[in-house]
Structure formats: structure tokens, C-alpha cells
């Protein structure tokens, strides 16, 4: 089934087209580079893994509760909506919900392909283009899995959300070469880290947990290289350069968080805009979530250089200015952690099927 078929609301446009600008860069200098950015490179290589071999597609999905989540977390929960909702009503809410999330990560990791490219072409030292160039192949494989995931086991998908599409299109139409770092590295990727990891720590299904912590340690390494990267070069700007990128963080952050409603679920099932607004203020999950999907974002921008007064004052007008005494560091590691650790529990309940399965072929030999 074409793509177009699965959309519940018209994308538009086939093809999105953002006037791009800024420079080429061509590096001649093939010293050995950053030590630091080299090892990161390595990393990138050796990390490389194939969505068909390593997830373990054949594991049922019900669309009708894709997560296994907590109904609480929808925001029409508890509602007038909610009271008059069938069984059956509720789980294609539930469908619909799992529909847009997994669409705007979708929509986010094909934004992030084209990002990693762009930093390649335009970042101008040679160590920055190697390590992208391996981000560039992570980005296309997430958005292979989100898509796969979508069309074989949702049967739905949603446009890219305003916000999202407002974010990326500043990003990418900026002409300074740290602008995609800046957009993509650490906002989008930053917010797409914790809304991974949320839905990763709260489904109780296998095949969506293995599809989360698996491109959560990939991405883990994107937001190690826009850190190392946007860092040393924030350090040689001036405080108006630095001010302005900070508008952009702070411009980017209110769209992020207005990002997360998902309204447009809501209004396919008969609920006015405005009240679709209101249920989702009132919803004490989503507070939480707001404040969890910038642990991410909070300390990176702080731990890069920038951390001017009106940037502290946005962050502390959006509840999460606490955040940025996070520990990065060790987020990065427990994602790069869990990721390996649900390799080897299933590599070990693989193992033992295949030796029960061995035994039971000598015991029926015997017994012949």
C-alpha cells in the first residue's frame, strides 16, 4: 500500500522543498584531527548495525494497543470524550496516538539524514565531516525502522507537525554552517532522546522497546559530537554571535514543547481545538513529560557556552531550568548500557531455545 494511502490527514506536497543556503566546505588539511572526534568516528564504524538482522520484526504488534502504556498518558483520559468512548473507540485512540508519535520521529529522522548531510558538506574541518558522514547512514537507518514499524505494524501515519516542520525549516535555511549542530544535534535530537527513552521505560512490548533502545545508542553518540563540536567553536565567538544563537535555542525549545500535544489526534476524533488545548494543559503525564524531554536539551545547551540571562530566564519560565545541572554523561552511558543489555538477554533466551531444541532432537533420536 502506497505511503499516501496510510496518511489519516493529507500531507500535501509529495515533496517538501526548503531554499537552503551557506557555503561548501572543502578541507585539504588531512592531519589526524581531534583526538576526541576521531575516537567518536571509530565508535561510529564500529557501531554501524542493520535494522533487518538485529530487530526482531517477526514479534506481533496490536494496533490496537501498540505500547501496552498507560491510558492515563492520553490526554483525553478521564474526559467526557473518554466516558463515552467504546472499547473499541479507545483502542484506535490508542492506535492513533502510537500513529503520531512514531510519525513525528519519523519525520524527524529523515530531517536529521538531511542535517548530518548538510553538516558534511558544510562544516569546515575534515575530523566534523567523518563522524557525519557516519551520522548521515545512523539517521537513514532510524528512519527506515520508524517507517517499517509504521506501515507493518500501525497501518497509519500523520504529517510532520507544525512545529517540527517550523524547526527544521529554520535549521536548514540558516546559512551558518553550526546552525544544523545547533537545531538538529541539540534540539531535536536532544527532545527526540528523552521522548525515546520514556516510551522505551514505560511499553510493555518487545519489538517498540528494541526499536527505541537501539536507535537511542545511536543517537546517544550524535548528541556526544554536536557537544564537542559546537563547544570548541562557541569558545571563539563573540557575545552578540552568542546571543543570537541563544534566540534560536530559546525560539526552538517553545516550539519543541508546543510540539508535544498531538492536538491533531484529538481533533480526529470530534474534539474542538480548544479543548483539545485545554485537556492537554490539564494533563498532569504530559507535565511530566514536558520536564523529562528537556533533561536533554538544558544541559547540553549550558555545558556548550550557552547560558546567557534571557536564555536562564526562558528555561525558567518553561519549568525546566533545574535541568541543566543534569548529569549528560551518565543518560548517554545507561542509554548506551540498556541498549547491549538487551542484546545479550536475548541473545541468552536464544541461546537457551537453541539448546532445548538440540536436546529434544537427541532425546527423539534415542527414543527411535
Not at 143 to 161: C, D, Q, T, W
Amino acid at each position: 500500500m502506497s505511503t499516501r494511502d496510510l496518511y489519516v490527514q493529507d500531507p500535501g506536497d509529495p515533496v517538501w522543498k526548503v531554499p537552503a543556503t551557506g557555503a561548501a566546505r572543502f578541507s585539504w588539511d588531512y592531519d589526524d584531527g581531534r583526538e576526541r572526534l576521531l575516537a567518536l568516528y571509530q565508535k561510529g564504524k564500529d557501531k554501524q548495525w542493520d535494522a533487518n538482522l538485529r530487530i526482531d520484526w517477526d514479534l506481533e504488534v496490536d494496533p490496537q494497543n501498540p505500547l501496552g502504556t498507560p491510558d492515563e498518558s492520553m490526554s483525553l483520559y478521564g474526559t467526557k470524550y473518554w466516558d463515552k468512548m467504546t472499547e473499541k473507540d479507545r483502542g484506535e485512540l490508542r492506535q492513533h496516538y502510537t500513529s503520531w508519535q512514531f510519525s513525528q520521529f519519523l519525520h524527524g529522522e529523515q530531517g536529521a539524514m538531511v542535517c548530518a548531510a548538510r553538516i558534511v558538506e558544510s562544516v569546515p574541518d575534515l575530523d566534523a565531516k567523518f563522524y557525519s558522514a557516519t551520522q548521515t547512514m545512523d539517521e537513514a537507518r532510524h528512519a527506515e525502522i520508524y517507517s517499517r514499524f509504521l506501515h507493518e505494524k500501525i497501518g497509519m501515519l500523520y504529517p510532520v507537525n507544525d512545529n517540527l516542520q517550523a524547526l527544521l525549516s529554520d535549521t536548514l535555511k540558516d546559512s551558518r554552517w553550526d546552525m544544523p549542530y545547533l537545531g538538529m544535534q541539540v534540539l531535536i535530537e536532544g527532545l527526540a532522546l528523552a521522548a525515546f527513552g520514556m516510551i522505551r521505560d514505560t511499553t510493555t512490548k518487545p519489538l517498540p522497546k528494541q526499536i527505541l533502545a537501539y536507535v537511542m545508542q545511536d543517537e546517544a553518540r550524535h548528541v556526544a559530537f554536536g557537544r564537542m563540536a559546537l563547544r570548541d567553536y562557541y569558545k571563539q565567538l563573540t557575545d552578540a554571535e552568542l546571543r543570537e544563537r541563544e534566540e534560536f535555542v530559546i525560539e526552538g525549545c517553545y516550539l519543541m514543547r508546543d510540539r508535544l500535544r498531538g492536538l491533531e489526534v484529538l481533533e480526529n476524533f470530534g474534539v474542538p481545538h480548544d479543548e483539545a488545548a485545554e485537556f492537554t494543559e490539564r494533563s498532569e503525564f504530559l507535565h511530566l513529560f514536558r520536564k523529562l524531554l528537556f533533561s536533554r536539551i538544558v544541559p547540553c545547551v549550558k555545558d556548550i557556552g550557552l547560558w546567557g540571562e534571557r536564555l536562564q530566564r526562558a528555561y525558567v519560565d518553561m519549568g525546566v531550568f533545574e535541568m541543566g545541572d543534569s548529569n549528560l554523561d551518565l543518560l548517554m552511558a545507561q542509554d548506551e548500557e540498556l541498549a547491549e543489555q538487551l542484546d545479550a538477554e536475548r541473545f541468552e533466551a536464544e541461546e537457551k531455545a537453541r539448546t532445548a531444541e538440540v536436546a529434544a532432537a537427541i532425546e527423539e533420536g534415542a527414543e527411535s
